[in-house]
């Protein structure tokens, strides 16, 4: 399966009964599915990461994250506006010694949740406290199914022995195990071999994305230099390594239809709080709301500043005057919250990155299509 990277779009699932719900809690922008950094502190340092706090600044990173307290506080709020989905990541939610303490607080108001975590740290002793916790599922990235190509982007040697054992570790307990690859030049032509080690280790899916994207603290450049350019993109979107149960990834709507489409929607049914406390509309879209320190959860979401509220107005990719007119609409998958990282504003103008996708999407329809009237 093909995904687009962001937890917000990733929804609440494709069958009949999530689908209504979060029908309504769009129409009522009840935050249903949200999304809590709990640190920015890692053992690892991938090399694309958006967020992970430099080694030897841990402690200061620290000291300024929410407590347990305040985030026991955070989740009963949150829970009675109608939250019930919750995802907790980092940075590594294990280095907080607090983490089974905040999952067990969500499960007892009644949070479905999943974790995402590099595994480094689930001992036998927490992969089994976490099975006891019933996560919807533990997802884990996996770069390569080559260690020394593994261990590279995440600069931690030996990280991938010890993926391959929490992966184990977390199936030996019944745990739904989600891996998940970025796409970027230093693995480009490693997928086939990790599709077919996801299937060996027989876990519940295997996803992967192209999109790299921008640092929150403003480097923009750092991470994308590993972006795969638009012919790369067209060898992925060629190769065998991608699903053939995705035919939607190259089936660009008529232009038409794809102007109706509805954007993602930050803030629309769910959003993100980091771990310093401060509320946005989602993962990327790093526009503050506000912070739990100073006002409730539910105030700060029932009142949102204007450049929300300009946000919340743009539904469907004709409220978009650069995308109403675009030609590759029918195959682009925009994203907001990178595009106001990248630009630096302006984000409701054209997302580049999401036209080099688009493009190659674009560029493989055609010779699919062509190759299918030969
Ligand atoms: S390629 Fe740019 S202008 Fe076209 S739909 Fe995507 S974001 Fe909009
Ligand atoms: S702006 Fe990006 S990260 Fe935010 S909900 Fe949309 S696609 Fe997801």
Same mark, same amino acid.
């Given at each position: 399966?093909?995904?687009?990277?962001?937890?917000?779009?990733?929804?609440?699932?494709?069958?009949?009964?999530?689908?209504?719900?979060?029908?309504?809690?769009?129409?009522? $922008?009840?935050?249903?599915?949200?999304?809590?950094?709990?640190?920015?502190?890692?053992?690892?340092?991938?090399?694309?990461?958006?967020?992970?706090?430099?080694?030897? $600044?841990?402690?200061? @990173? @620290?000291?300024?994250?929410?407590?347990?307290?305040?985030?026991?506080?955070?989740?009963?709020?949150?829970?009675?506006?109608?939250?019930?989905?919750?995802?907790?990541?980092?940075?590594?939610?294990l280095?907080?010694?607090?983490f089974f303490?905040?999952v067990e607080?969500? $499960?007892?108001?009644?949070?479905?949740?999943?974790v995402?975590t590099?595994g480094?740290g689930l001992t036998e002793e927490r992969a089994r406290r976490l099975a006891a916790l019933e996560p919807?599922?533990v997802?884990?990235?996996?770069?390569?199914?080559?260690?020394?190509?593994?261990?590279?982007?995440?600069?931690?040697?030996?990280?991938?022995?010890?993926?391959?054992t929490a992966v184990a570790r977390l199936k030996a307990h019944g745990v739904?195990v989600?891996?998940?690859?970025?796409?970027?030049?230093?693995?480009?032509?490693?997928?086939?071999?990790?599709?077919?080690?996801?299937?060996?280790?027989?876990?519940?899916?295997?996803?992967?994305?192209?999109?790299?994207?921008?640092?929150?603290?403003?480097?923009?450049?750092?991470?994308?230099?590993?972006?795969?350019?638009?012919?790369?993109?067209?060898?992925?979107?060629?190769?065998?390594?991608?699903?053939?149960?995705?035919?939607?990834?190259?089936?660009?709507?008529?232009?038409?239809?794809?102007?109706?489409?509805?954007?993602?929607?930050?803030?629309?049914?769910?959003?993100?709080?980091?771990?310093?406390?401060?509320?946005?509309?989602?993962?990327?879209?790093?526009?503050?709301?506000?912070?739990?320190?100073?006002?409730?959860?539910?105030?700060?979401?029932?009142?949102?500043?204007?450049?929300?509220?300009?946000?919340?107005?743009?539904?469907?990719?004709?409220?978009?005057?650069?995308?109403?007119?675009?030609?590759?609409?029918?195959?682009?998958?925009?994203?907001?919250?990178?595009?106001?990282?990248?630009?630096?504003?302006?984000?409701?103008?054209?997302?580049?990155?999401?036209?080099?996708?688009?493009?190659?999407?674009?560029?493989?329809?055609?010779?699919?299509?062509?190759?299918?009237?030969?």
């Amino acid at each position: 399966m093909f995904f687009d990277g962001c937890a917000q779009n990733g929804g609440l699932g494709g069958e009949s009964v999530m689908q209504l719900i979060a029908v309504k809690a769009e129409a009522r $922008r009840t935050p249903l599915n949200m999304h809590m950094e709990l640190t920015y502190r890692c053992n690892e340092q991938c090399v694309h990461c958006y967020c992970v706090v430099e080694h030897g $600044r841990e402690a200061e @990173a @620290a000291a300024r994250e929410l407590t347990y307290d305040e985030i026991a506080r955070v989740l009963d709020e949150m829970a009675a506006m109608g939250a019930f989905y919750v995802t907790f990541s980092g940075g590594e939610v294990l280095v907080r010694r607090d983490f089974f303490d905040i999952v067990e607080h969500a $499960r007892r108001r009644g949070f479905a949740y999943r974790v995402y975590t590099n595994g480094i740290g689930l001992t036998e002793e927490r992969a089994r406290r976490l099975a006891a916790l019933e996560p919807l599922t533990v997802e884990l990235s996996i770069f390569s199914a080559d260690p020394a190509v593994h261990d590279a982007i995440t600069r931690v040697p030996g990280s991938f022995a010890r993926l391959m054992t929490a992966v184990a570790r977390l199936k030996a307990h019944g745990v739904r195990v989600y891996l998940k690859t970025v796409v970027m030049k230093q693995n480009l032509h490693g997928l086939p071999e990790v599709r077919a080690l996801a299937r060996t280790l027989d876990v519940f899916t295997h996803t992967f994305t192209c999109e790299v994207s921008p640092r929150i603290d403003g480097d923009i450049h750092g991470p994308s230099k590993y972006q795969l350019s638009e012919d790369e993109l067209v060898e992925l979107f060629s190769s065998d390594a991608l699903p053939k149960e995705t035919p939607e990834v190259f089936e660009g709507a008529p232009p038409e239809v794809a102007r109706e489409r509805t954007t993602c929607g930050p803030a629309v049914n769910g959003g993100c709080i980091d771990p310093y406390g401060t509320v946005f509309p989602c993962v990327a879209f790093r526009v503050p709301m506000g912070n739990v320190r100073q006002r409730s959860f539910r105030d700060i979401w029932e009142g949102p500043p204007p450049a929300i509220r300009d946000l919340l107005a743009v539904q469907h990719f004709s409220d978009l005057p650069e995308c109403s007119s675009c030609e590759l609409i029918g195959f682009c998958t925009r994203c907001h919250g990178d595009n106001l990282l990248e630009r630096g504003g302006d984000w409701k103008a054209c997302h580049q990155r999401a036209r080099a996708t688009a493009a190659a999407k674009e560029r493989v329809y055609q010779i699919v299509s062509r190759a299918g009237k030969g």
